[in-house]
């Protein structure tokens, strides 16, 4: 079975189409949301709308839930990114609001974990950024592998600490994909990075593809139509640091 594992689309309506674009060729199975579909971009509705109609298994993210409780921001954001959530928990409307509503915040299904921030205190939302983070965390899922988003860094980690490189690298047009090709005998934590604002200085829409019968990971970075997502976020009249920084990746 393939499954495409999508995490921190932000609103960003511009890049989850181009993801879905490439998932649609790729002939996956399951699309897998590891939350935060709102916040910092100009189209929370529009990208909670795609993820229902096409994911069957969509996690709660912290600007989900903060978009649903507005204290949750005032007592954890920074006043750049309450600005956007006072704008998203404005608009979003009260279909969209009763669907965040319901979003579990962990899956286990496939022999994997599925979470947003992290396996360990979930609730908490732990960031899993260095090898410490990744060794603290590995204790507390049992499965081969715990998918994860959240930091928006994409980056694989292995208990065994073997060095994770990728296998081959595809480049096709504006989407390059890097193969990886795991160890049964080992633990793995994934993040496959973010859709609507990638933070590894690659502005990229970043996510992934599992394999589990080749027990294969395809991570994919590709272009999309970032000067209309900028510009959607300046006529919304959000921070214009949302607009700028998807230009960077940071």
């Given at each position: 079975m393939k499954l495409a594992i999508i995490s921190d689309i932000h609103a960003n309506l511009?890049?989850?189409?181009?993801?879905?674009?490439?998932?649609?060729?790729?002939?996956?199975?399951?699309?897998?949301?590891?939350?935060?579909?709102?916040d910092y971009g100009a189209?929370?509705?529009?990208?909670?709308?795609?993820?229902?109609?096409?994911?069957?298994?969509?996690?709660?993210?912290?600007?989900?839930?903060a978009a649903l409780d507005i204290q949750q921001a005032h007592d954890h954001f920074t006043e750049l990114a309450l600005a956007s959530t006072k704008w998203t928990h404005?608009?979003?409307?009260?279909?969209?609001?009763?669907?965040?509503?319901?979003?579990?915040?962990?899956?286990?299904?496939?022999?994997?974990?599925?979470?947003h921030s992290s396996p360990k205190e979930p609730f908490a939302w732990h960031y899993i950024i260095t090898e410490l983070d990744a060794k603290e965390n590995f204790r507390y899922f049992s499965q081969?592998?715990?998918?994860?988003?959240?930091?928006?860094?994409?980056?694989?980690?292995?208990?065994?600490?073997?060095?994770?490189e990728p296998t081959k690298v595809?480049?096709?047009?504006?989407?390059?994909?890097?193969?990886?090709?795991?160890?049964?005998?080992?633990?793995?934590?994934?993040?496959?990075g973010s859709i609507g604002q990638p933070r590894d200085f690659d502005w990229r829409l970043s996510f992934g593809i599992f394999d589990t019968e080749e027990y294969t990971f395809?991570?994919?970075?590709?272009?999309y139509d970032v000067h209309t997502a900028s510009q959607s976020i300046l006529d919304a009249k959000l921070p214009q640091h949302n607009a700028k920084r998807i230009f960077v990746g940071r």
């Open positions: 511009e890049a989850l189409k181009k993801a879905f674009e490439i998932i649609e060729a790729k002939n996956v199975d399951e699309i897998i949301s590891l939350g935060d579909i709102v189209n929370p509705n529009e990208c909670v709308a795609l993820i229902e109609s096409k994911c069957r298994i969509s996690l709660l993210g912290n600007h989900d839930e404005k608009i979003i409307s009260d279909h969209n609001r009763k669907y965040l509503a319901r979003r579990p915040i962990l899956h286990e299904e496939f022999n994997c974990k599925f979470v081969p592998i715990c998918f994860f988003g959240h930091s928006h860094i994409a980056e694989i980690f292995c208990d065994s600490f073997e060095p994770s595809e480049k096709m047009n504006t989407v390059i994909s890097a193969f990886y090709k795991f160890n049964p005998k080992s633990k793995y934590l994934i993040n496959v395809e991570q994919i970075r590709a272009e």
